[in-house]
């Protein structure tokens, strides 16, 4: 699976939007980008993937790149329960590989 | 639907007993994934089992250290002889079956079981 870059850490605002960037130059044609995030210790929780085609769901937006070379997980309403260690992985195989991720806090 | 369930929550052993963690998937899901997480750091894989087979052990330590997952039944992490080392927090996942594209799914995780060898 591709090695990824992420930013140490980031702050954001409550109620603005949250983008965390990711750079994984290494990826290849099959392999899809995930990202999880981990509140406090809990068990990582599942956000969003996709593979070319920009993807949204109820909790984020996940904006690639044409040459896929990096990506940007959007939170466009950041609370402060959304204060967590965000992982971007792409994967080709059925495990993830976890980086040290983005510890992302939200501000009052 | 019930998450993923582990059990127990935390897991106090001396150095040299074993420990056995256990882990139920979510109802439907027969692929389980181990990890483990050190203080302070990412999680790493250890070991991926469908019912009755170990898939990838690539991440699981060479010794002391097993996995299974029976027909019935929990998956079992079981960690002979423990060492202070191996305090962690132990998370497991699980995903569908593949279909017949052979597709990646998501992996849900549970709370994990935090073990502390004293």
């Known amino acids: 699976d591709a090695k990824t870059t992420q930013p140490t850490s980031m702050d954001c605002a409550e109620g603005r939007a949250a983008n965390l960037p990711c750079n994984h130059s290494?990826?290849?044609?099959?392999?899809?980008v995930y990202w999880y995030r981990q509140i406090h210790s809990q068990g990582p929780q599942y956000i969003i993937h996709?593979?070319?085609n920009n993807e949204t769901n109820e909790m984020a937006s996940l904006i690639i790149t044409e040459d896929r070379k990096s990506s940007t997980l959007i939170l466009p309403h950041a609370t402060l329960r959304d204060t967590a260690v965000y992982y971007c992985?792409?994967?080709?195989?059925?495990?993830?590989?976890f980086g040290q991720g983005t510890r992302l806090t939200i501000n009052p | 639907n019930a998450g993923v369930m582990q059990n127990p929550r935390h897991l106090v052993r001396r150095r040299g007993q074993e420990a056995r963690l256990r882990c139920s998937p979510m109802?439907?899901?027969?692929?389980v994934y181990w990890y483990r997480q050190l203080p302070e750091e990412g999680l790493k894989f250890m070991v991926y089992?469908?019912?009755?087979?170990?898939?990838?052990e690539s991440g699981m330590p060479k010794e002391r250290f097993s996995a299974e997952f029976p027909k019935e039944g929990p998956s079992i992490l079981r960690i002979q002889q423990v060492v202070r080392g191996d305090s962690a927090a132990y998370f497991c996942?699980?995903?569908?079956?593949?279909?017949?594209?052979?597709?990646?799914?998501?992996?849900?995780f549970g709370p994990g079981t935090r073990l502390t060898v004293t």
């Open positions: 996942a699980s995903s569908p079956h593949h279909g017949t594209s052979g597709g990646i799914y998501e992996q849900y």
């Open positions: 290494t990826i290849s044609g099959n392999e899809y």
């Open positions: 996709g593979l070319k």
């Open positions: 992985i792409v994967r080709v195989s059925q495990k993830l590989v």
């Open positions: 109802k439907g899901h027969s692929h």
């Open positions: 089992l469908q019912k009755e087979n170990i898939i990838d």
